[in-house]
């Protein structure tokens, strides 16, 4: 458990290290993420519309 913690805890810091030193490139893997998260979702509603129809 300890370890796991430490590792949230590290993991945290990185973040907020990150979004203060480069901030554009934060906010770039950011929309990357929501990018395939919604091409994701595109993805399967496509598929559920064709097993539907």
């Known amino acids: 458990m300890q370890v796991k913690k430490v590792i949230t805890y ?12 480069k901030p554009a490139e ?6 990357g993420v929501f990018d395939g998260i919604l091409q994701g979702a595109d993805q399967l509603a ?3 519309t064709a097993v539907l129809t």
């Open 10 to 21: 590290v993991a945290v810091a990185f973040v907020v290290f990150y979004l203060f030193t």
């Open 26 to 31: 934060a906010a770039a893997a950011v929309n």
């Open 46 to 48: 496509t598929f559920f």
